[in-house]
């Protein structure tokens, strides 16, 4: 102590220092749009691929090989030597999990089958020589007669206890599969073809999963004994051996035209290979297109033909498609191909290109196929546009095409490390100014009080315009991703003009962020589509592959007579025939057409029509226009609700078998179509709510997975001074409200019951998160920032999820999912009460003929039972990809789908606890009402924000209008506001039993 009591200056400077530390992290809020209402979670479709990380925040702290690649060059890292063979079989140690077995297989002997997904198995291989080396594995896919193995196999692998790169994370071994004899509706419309696992052993090179690279991985060996660890995250396979080698070495064209015999082919006709008429492919994702453009072969004007292969059907890396020819006599022969490449503006895509299962020349390895407006004939050329020369003998040949991106690569990587950057700025910023985004009126000496952070912007700016430059330099203009970064350079230019306006700048970098982390994904998606191959002689000219203009306005008339026909009228229908209306995509309603021919009709005698319907509007025209259909599937969860309130629905407990029907769902899930003592409509599929969570960053945090709010509340600080967040959707009032014991509606369904204590109660907890808890108040894409790792942990839904198991297989190993928190009662127990969100669903109508009312009820039945949703579903999915997994509401067909038995469990756990909001006259106004009070209670406007209890007390004074309001119109209180009849909602208070599923 010194003299007088007080504490050395260096204590007191200490403290202030603690105490600057604590106020910044207690005030880390999140962004805050002050314009406009905060709901922005903006979520992907899963068939689309999407960025591959962002941070060394993630724990994944690997380079990317390509940059790995370029340091090995640099470096002068020789070539390997010999050919090692390792056994599998022969592995030198295993994790207690890993269900590995020595055994026979599909003819070969002591070969290691892997029946479960998870564990590791490490081998020891002596090496003469350091340097580069691949990797190719002889395996098997299991064998699966219940159609739910349709995947790849994923693997890891480490070399002497390390990932050399990033995508040793993560590298598949797919399966192959060719279509069965086409299908045809009654109409003569040609169905998607059923597809046929092609089994047996393949050799392929370790490759990464996201199929950026032509060539596969290369691995740095050292001198002596190497230690391989092979892990394993998806599907169960067998696998006779890996082979270790040193790398393929690819000749350059004019190396390979010099040895071709001085002979050329004597035919002149051109051999035609249809695209979608492929001898195999390795993903059931990639489908055939139907298009009416003039010169597509087979024709789709009048009937349906699925005449071209690939767009959306075949964008991601890695898939790979192969087609079979017969070549009349040896000679030298050209390739060309009519192609349409028009999905992303001036973006060219790239297609390793294979003869005979070789990439012949190196020009090959990433061929470039340029934008096109429309279809176009292309020849596949040298760097002097001249065609390239392929020597084929007489006999059978194939070629192969397989998507990548890797001339790409050097953008993704650059702009990864500067959205690091970028975000490190404004983390920068969010220090100095305490995350207050109002503070308009602060002179800021930025240099002084955040020194480096112009410099950084200014570095940020000079790399987005050399980024312009190299795409520029890739596809010959200026693409939608360079237009984008340029329009970034610029904003960035304009606030280094002003630099005392950049602490509250925090919305226009956050857009050059968000812009950043989003386009650079368009990159990574090479759509592709394709009406036919030519094999040409040299010497001859390629058929006539673009249509002229009067082509073109002959097809489009042509397409336009037939579009008025009969049978795409809906007010024209069939009274013989069972008429359906879905309101989903094309593919739902072909499979469900063929599941109605194949199974319902030779049952039931009866023929069904299922009509693709775009919006759910038509409904309501249909009903006054009096051409309802009999069924109508897809609809929204609130629409049975409101045709039942106008007496155009039917309830579904009047029928026979009605309530068994009713009884096989959540009573909670039923909630939104009950009315007046029935139920009008019954959900056809659900959206589960789990937590999802980055095992290896809780890890690193040394954090427990909460299974309380309370757990919540104490885990938020840890995660926030380590700059991650805790996700919760801003608009899913459902959790805080359902636990808490209070409901939108009073009992009777006649009056808002927010205006009880639970309510504000549960408001003020809703509010408290963002308010004090310091969550994001808005996030643009969690699934962003849960891949990247900056948000490690948070609540979302099925879509979040097939996202991540579709275009996420670089974190399959590093995340998982738990029950939503919940809260514990005075007894100990816990309750997670949450919404389902039911997002479609099925009804009748009243207008049906009573003839045709028993069929329908049927049809639905059919429709709606265990088999008949379990087969949609595995059809779906077997024949169109995992992006089409089917969340069908229907508990034991869900179960039946192929997810993780982990994951399983935890959705039906949660599934127990599904409680939906039910539906009143009026009813929109409590969920906007409840939006609005959210903003005024947690967006900064040009006002102070209000407390909640002023807040919801408005939102109450706009719902209760509104409800007496509409009751009054629909006769459920007279003019005088007095009470006629009530709606006397179903009150549910137990977990349902009916998830109880045994899924071992």
């Not at 260096?10 to 002050?34: E, H």
């Not at 991703?481 to 950049?502: G, M």
Request: aromatic share 12%.
């Amino acid at each position: 102590m010194t003299k007088g009591g007080k504490k050395p200056f260096g204590f007191r400077l200490l403290i202030i220092c603690l105490s600057i530390v604590l106020i910044g992290t207690l005030n880390v809020t999140g962004k805050t749009d002050s314009k406009r209402a905060v709901y922005a979670e903006s979520e992907r479709s899963p068939g689309k691929s999407d960025e591959i990380g962002e941070s060394a925040s993630s724990g994944q702290i690997e380079p990317y090989y390509e940059e790995v690649r370029k340091k090995w060059e640099a470096d002068k890292i020789p070539s390997g030597g010999k050919q090692y063979i390792i056994e599998a079989a022969g592995y030198v140690r295993k994790s207690d999990d890993a269900a590995v077995i020595t055994d026979m297989y599909q003819g070969q002997k002591d070969v290691l089958l892997w029946s479960s997904p998870k564990g590791w198995v490490e081998y020891e291989v002596e090496v003469e020589q350091e340097g580069l080396y691949e990797i190719v594995a002889d395996y098997a896919p299991l064998s699966d007669d219940n159609r739910k193995n349709r995947r790849p196999s994923i693997l890891s692998a480490k070399v002497n206890d390390v990932y050399p790169f990033r995508e040793a994370r993560s590298m598949s071994f797919e399966r192959e599969f060719k279509n069965q004899p086409q299908r045809f509706d009654t109409d003569g419309n040609e169905l998607q073809s059923s597809i046929e696992e092609i089994e047996g052993w393949k050799s392929k090179p370790f490759r990464d999963s996201n199929g950026a690279y032509a060539l596969p991985l290369l691995w740095h060996l050292q001198k002596g004994r190497n230690v391989i660890r092979i892990e394993i995250s998806q599907e169960p396979f067998a696998v006779k051996s890996f082979t270790i080698k040193p790398p393929t070495v690819i000749p350059a064209y004019e190396e390979v035209r010099k040895t071709y015999p001085a002979i050329s082919s004597i035919g002149k006709e051109s051999i035609v290979i249809e695209a979608e008429q492929f001898s195999k492919k390795n993903s059931t994702s990639i489908q055939a297109q139907y298009d009416r453009d003039a010169l597509t072969t087979p024709k789709s004007l009048k009937y349906r033909s699925y005449n071209t292969l690939g767009a959306w059907g075949w964008y991601k890396g890695g898939h790979a498609v192969t087609w079979e020819f017969e070549v009349p006599e040896d000679g030298l022969y050209k390739i060309g191909m009519r192609m349409n490449q028009n999905l992303r503006k001036n973006l060219s895509v790239s297609r390793s290109i294979y003869i005979d299962g070789k990439i012949p020349f190196k020009e090959l390895q990433s061929y470039s196929l340029p934008y096109t407006s429309t279809w176009k004939g292309y020849t596949i050329q040298d760097d002097q546009n001249q065609p390239m020369e392929f020597y084929l003998s007489k006999g059978t040949h194939t070629i192969m095409m397989e998507a990548g991106y890797e001339p790409y690569m050097p953008v993704i990587t650059k702009v990864e490390q500067m959205v690091a950057t970028l975000k490190e700025v404004l983390e920068q910023i969010k220090s100095a100014t305490g995350n207050r985004q109002d503070d308009q009126f602060r002179v800021w000496d930025v240099e002084k009080e955040i020194p480096g952070v112009t410099d950084r912007l200014k570095q940020l700016q000079e790399q987005l315009i050399e980024q312009v430059g190299q795409l520029r330099a890739i596809n010959k203009d200026i693409d939608s991703v360079a237009q984008t970064y340029r329009s970034s350079a610029k904003d960035i230019e304009e606030l280094l003009k002003k630099p005392e306006k950049i602490p509250t700048s925090h919305l226009t970098l956050g857009a050059v962020l968000e812009q950043l982390q989003e386009q650079y994904r368009q990159l990574m998606d090479a759509p592709l589509q394709v009406d036919k191959f030519y094999i040409t002689p040299v010497q001859s000219s390629f058929p006539k592959m673009e249509a002229n203009f009067f082509e073109k306005v002959t097809g489009m008339f042509a397409a336009l007579r037939y579009s008025f026909e009969d049978r795409n009228q809906l007010g024209k229908q069939n009274g013989d025939v069972l008429n359906v209306w879905m309101m989903m995509g094309r593919d739902y309603v072909d499979e469900l057409q063929m599941l109605a021919d194949e199974k319902f009709t030779p049952e039931y005698g009866v023929q069904v029509k299922v009509n693709l319907v775009q919006s759910p509007d038509l409904l309501i025209l249909a009903k006054a226009s009096g051409i309802l259909p009999d069924i109508a599937l897809g609809v929204p969860g609130n629409m049975p609700f409101d045709m039942a309130l106008r007496g155009a629905a039917l309830d579904i407990t009047k029928l026979p078998g009605g309530n068994e029907l009713i009884s096989k769902y959540h009573p909670g899930a039923m909630l939104p179509f009950y009315y007046n003592g029935g139920y009008y409509g019954i959900p056809e599929t659900t959206s589960f709510k789990v937590l999802f969570y980055r095992k290896d960053i809780l890890k690193k945090l040394d954090l427990e997975v909460p299974d309380t709010w309370d757990d919540v509340y104490k885990m938020i600080p840890t995660l926030l001074q380590k700059q991650y967040n805790f996700y919760v959707p801003p608009d899913d009032f459902s959790y805080m409200f359902f636990q808490n014991g209070a409901d939108i509606y009073t009992p009777d369904g006649m009056s808002t019951a927010l205006n009880k204590p639970e309510a504000f109660d549960a408001f003020k907890k809703w509010t408290d998160l963002f308010n004090i808890y310091g969550l994001e108040r808005q996030v643009q894409s969690f699934y962003n920032q849960f891949r990247s790792g900056t948000m490690p942990i948070g609540i979302a839904d099925f879509n979040m999820y097939m996202q991540l198991m579709v275009a996420a297989p670089d974190i399959l190993n590093e995340w998982t999912i738990a029950p939503i928190p919940g809260t514990r009662q005075p007894d100990g127990s816990i309750i997670r009460w949450a919404s389902g969100s039911n997002p479609t669903s099925a009804m009748l109508f009243n207008d049906t003929p009573e003839q045709k009312r028993d069929l329908s009820w049927q049809f639905l039945q059919w429709y709606l039972s265990d088999e008949t949703q379990t087969d949609y579903g595995l059809n779906m999915e077997q024949f169109r990809g995992e992006a089409f997994r089917w969340n069908t509401a229907n508990v034991q067909a869900f179960a039946n789908m192929p997810w993780k038995k982990e994951d399983l469990k935890v959705i039906l756990e949660q599934w127990k606890w599904l409680k939906d909001v039910p539906n009143v006259p009026g009813g929109y106004m409590s969920t906007r009402e409840l939006a609005n009070a959210w903003n005024r209670a947690v967006v900064l406007d040009s006002q102070a924000l209000e407390t909640p209890r002023i807040a919801l007390e408005k939102g109450i004074k706009a719902i209760t209008g509104e409800l007496v309001r509409k009751q009054q119109e629909f006769y459920f209180r007279d003019k005088n506001g007095k009470v006629i009849k009530t709606l006397d909602i179903p009150q549910i208070q137990e977990p349902w039993k009916g998830a109880d599923i045994d899924v071992e």
